[in-house]
């Protein structure tokens, strides 16, 4: 079932790609754009969004003692499954958006594709910690590596343990996001991100339009 059957209210939005793509900033400007039209949003990130979340990604980022694959995948839905639980489907019943900077796709790229897992221990994983719980629709800001990796250099900021992986890594990622839009073209949007970033932002509006005027005018006027 399809969270927005029973409430038409709220909608959850998730936005992903590979490290550089632009996600931070156009996450932000969308949180704009809708609460210019009424809208009450609410921005998180993964892993992350909760106290316990954050403290989880602190060490899925930047653990000094090594971490295995297995482990990797597991911290990443336990933090999820904190945050859908204590953040994600509460802010939805209170009618706001939720908007969040990456989620389960970033899985089946990073750890099914980026470390060679496969999809289906992540599967197991999402129908224990999710159900049938999905995102109503999700932004895939695709990005050539060579691209997203000269934005990372020229940012200049010290690299996590994921983002420190290899080109073919981050290939593996590119090509894992594009078969998940393949798979789930109705829910996932694909974007060019090497666009300007007020081309970028236009395009994600175009895709929401629909979810925007569904949900109406909320100041009342
Ligand atoms: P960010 O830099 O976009 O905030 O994401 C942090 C890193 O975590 C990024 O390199 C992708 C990685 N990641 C995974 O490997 N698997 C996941 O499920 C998620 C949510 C993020």
Known sequence: MNRTDSNNESHFITLE?????GKTTQIE?????????GIDVHITREPGGTRLGEALREIILHSVDPINDKVELLLLFAARSQHITNVIKPRLSNGQW??????TDATFAYQGGGRQM?????EVLQTL???????????????PVEQGILRLTR???????IEQQDLAFKQRVREAYLERYHQHHSRIALVDASASIHEVHKAITIEIAN?????GNRNGD
Request: cysteine-free; charged content about 35%; glycine content about 12%.
């Open 17 to 21: 790609g590979g490290d550089g793509s």
């Open 29 to 37: 400007l969308l949180a704009n754009y809708l609460n210019e039209r």
């Open 98 to 103: 939720v908007l969040s900077d990456r989620f």
């Open 118 to 122: 496969g999809i289906k221990d992540i």
């Open 129 to 143: 910690v999710q159900g049938d719980f999905r995102p109503d629709k999700t932004i895939l800001l695709d990005l």
């Open 155 to 161: 940012r200049g900021e010290t690299r996590d343990r």
């Open 211 to 215: 979810m925007v005027s569904s949900s």
